[in-house]
């Protein structure tokens, strides 16, 4: 948690992001993937300071773990002084034990994001995903909160200004933001209305074109014209192709040449001829995706 200190921006963390979406996919099915279809609603999470703490907390709780269908989970919440913005035990359940940092007495409104980040860490236990190294994992976490429509409270936690600043979670606002945009245009929702922070809401709008340039890279047809007549300089040298681009040829067992590209939905690696235009569809996500290979 970023309490007054420096707030990272930018995306630092994006290759790890896109391989929780695909871990994702990959771990829950497109059909599940789809039953998130619909946002944790504001009112569902609304906290107001004449609330009772302990009370309300319990109350956001409660509606964050119906968020990920996790009926029998229940959290035990409470306060202490901490350095993280939250903690969980993650045991055998079905009871779970989540401590909040005492700042939460008094910042009422981002108890929603500070609980739907521990949640989500009960929803991947439960699954048995998780990454390598414990920095990955919260990485992890932090994508899959957002992508299942919770997310955007972490987001809009974020507040910075020239002699304060409040972030929560791991992604960078702009990581946020890019996840936000992922989901948004899977779900063609706009999540943007839902926010109270003018930060937050600057962070999803850089996010967004990030996003919207995955969908813009080629082979893709909504690939530029510049990007367009590189691909083509590179399917007619393709050893001189550059690491950094967001494809790869390579010969199919009879020699025919086929070209290897990231879906823009779920970042799994979708191989195909190279013979003009092509419809090819994700095996993972189910996207259709109109290529000019």
């Known amino acids: 948690m970023a309490n007054g200190g420096p707030v990272q921006h930018g995306y630092p963390h994006l290759e790890t992001v896109r391989a929780a979406i695909t871990a994702l996919y990959k771990r829950l099915s497109h059909d599940t993937v789809q039953t998130f279809s619909a946002s944790l609603a504001p009112a569902d999470v609304a906290f107001c300071d004449?609330?009772?703490?302990?009370?309300?907390?319990?109350?956001?709780?409660?509606?964050?773990?119906?968020?990920?269908?996790?009926?029998?989970?229940?959290?035990i919440v409470g306060f202490r002084e901490m350095t993280h913005a939250a903690n969980v035990e993650l045991a055998a359940g079905p009871e779970y034990f989540v401590e909040l940092n005492d700042r939460f007495r008094t910042h009422r409104r981002d108890i929603g994001a500070a609980l739907a980040h521990e949640v989500a860490h009960v929803y991947l236990h439960r699954l048995d995903l998780s990454f390598p190294t414990t920095p990955e994992n919260e990485i992890l976490t932090d994508t899959v909160t957002t992508y299942l429509g919770a997310g955007w409270l972490l987001l809009d936690a974020f507040r910075e200004d020239a002699v304060s600043s409040q972030k929560l979670g791991y992604l960078t606002p702009e990581e946020f933001g890019y996840v936000l945009a992922k989901r948004a245009l899977l779900f063609h929702e706009d999540p943007s209305v839902w926010f109270t922070s003018p930060q937050a809401y600057d962070a999803y709008v850089k996010g967004m074109a990030v996003a919207r340039r995955d969908e813009q890279q080629p082979p893709l047809t909504a690939a530029g014209w510049a990007g367009r007549r590189r691909y083509a300089h590179d399917r007619r040298h393709t050893s001189g192709v550059q690491p950094t681009a967001p494809y790869s040829?390579?010969?199919?067992?009879?020699?025919?040449?086929?070209?290897?590209?990231?879906?823009?939905?779920?970042?799994?690696?979708?191989?195909?001829?190279?013979?003009?235009?092509?419809?090819?569809?994700?095996g993972l996500c189910r996207t259709v995706l109109e290529c000019d290979t």
Request: proline share 8%; aromatic share 4%.
């Open 249 to 282: 040829f390579s010969p199919d067992p009879a020699g025919h040449l086929r070209v290897s590209f990231s879906c823009p939905t779920c970042h799994q690696r979708i191989r195909v001829p190279v013979k003009g235009r092509v419809r090819a569809r994700c």
């Open 50 to 75: 004449t609330d009772d703490l302990h009370l309300g907390a319990q109350r956001v709780a409660r509606e964050i773990v119906r968020h990920f269908r996790l009926p029998d989970a229940r959290l």
